[in-house]
Structures are given as C-alpha cells and as structure tokens.
C-alpha cells in the first residue's frame, strides 16, 4: 500500500526556519512529481511548490517564492520543503503528494506549521 508520511513540523518564532520531510513508501517513487500543499483553518488547500520526478525543474507559489526551497532524495524516496523567513501567515497543515500524469493521486495525513508573532 502506498503511504506519504511527512514530518518536522512545529511551533516556531516568525523570521525563523523548518525543514519538512515526506517519506514515501508503496510506490515508484522516482517517477512520479512531488508537490507541497497547505490548509489553513477555514481557508482551502493552497499549492505550494512542486518537483518533477528528476528533480531538474521546481515551481513555487508565489507567496513563498525566495523563501522555501523543495528538494528531493530519490535514493532515499524523501522529498523536502526547507521553510526560512516564516511569516504568522505561513501557519497552516502541510500535506505532500505524489503526480504520476496529471493527477495528485496520494497524499499524506499532513504536519502543523505553526508560526508566532
């Protein structure tokens, strides 16, 4: 069964930084695009970055652009979001997804990102 499992979330100070991390299991891994998404309460799920199956091309939402970098080990079938400069309005869950085609066929169960003020 395929399982996405992020982790390193946490409750940190704004200007500071979190590395996120999502493990993938169950799948090829070194074939699919990975992306980040995140929810906020009460607000839909937002796109974040994303990375093609080799890594040579990256996209990031504006909101973060310069800000967050994505990166990943396919060796390890781990994908990461370095997060520097938080901002309170980055605060929110943060889920990862696998794309084979055109469609973000898995997701994992998220981590909170919590950004004080």
């Known amino acids: 069964q ?3 499992v992020e982790s390193g979330g946490g409750l940190v100070q704004a200007g500071g930084s979190l ?3 999502c493990a993938a299991s169950g799948l090829t891994f070194s074939i699919y695009s990975m992306g980040w998404f995140r929810q ?3 607000r839909e799920r937002e796109f ?3 990375i093609s ?3 040579g091309y990256t996209n ?3 909101s973060v652009k310069g800000r967050f970098t994505i990166s ?3 060796a390890k079938n781990t994908v990461y979001l370095q997060m520097s400069s938080l901002k309170p309005e980055d605060t929110a869950v943060y889920y990862c997804s696998a ?3 055109s469609a973000y066929d898995y997701w994992g169960q998220g981590t909170q990102v919590t950004v004080s003020s």
Do not use: I
């Open 72 to 74: 990943r080990d396919n």
């Open 48 to 50: 974040v970055a994303t």
């Open 40 to 42: 906020a309460p009460g």
């Open 2 to 4: 395929v399982q996405l």
């Open 99 to 101: 794309k084979y085609v």
């Open 53 to 55: 199956s080799g890594g």
């Open 60 to 62: 990031y939402a504006d």
């Open 19 to 21: 590395r996120l991390s």
